[in-house]
């Protein structure tokens, strides 16, 4: 079992910035730590993923806005989050990997116009 926990979400105006965290009860056996986001109408999409061997990748629409990183140390990934847009606006869920899938509760992120 991995327990995720996520904070860092809220209202900003378009241009802002926000930083998710999510910390983890165990990084141990864990192989992929990632970001993923659900807007109203749409699917679950992946945001941002991590490897434990530091491998990243981001999705097209948030590349170069957003920076995925981890301390190990406090078993935490971070999802920071530059030049929102309003179509940011989405649910953003933390998940583990290991050979099951974790998710955390999600944060709600809000971006005005």
């Known amino acids: 079992q991995v327990q995720l926990v996520e904070s860092g979400g809220g209202l900003v105006q378009a241009g802002g910035s926000l930083r998710l965290s999510c910390a983890a009860s165990r990084i141990f056996g864990v192989n992929v730590m990632g970001w993923y986001r659900r807007a109203p109408g749409k699917q679950r999409e992946l945001v941002a993923s991590i490897t434990r061997v530091g491998t990243i990748n981001y999705a097209g629409s948030v590349k170069g806005r957003f920076t995925i990183s981890m301390d190990s140390a406090k078993r935490t990934v971070y999802l920071q989050m530059d030049s929102l847009r309003p179509e940011d606006t989405a649910v953003y869920y933390c998940?583990?990997?290991?050979?099951?899938?974790?998710w955390g509760q999600g944060t709600q992120v809000t971006v005005s116009s």
């Open positions: 998940n583990a990997r290991t050979s099951d899938d974790y």
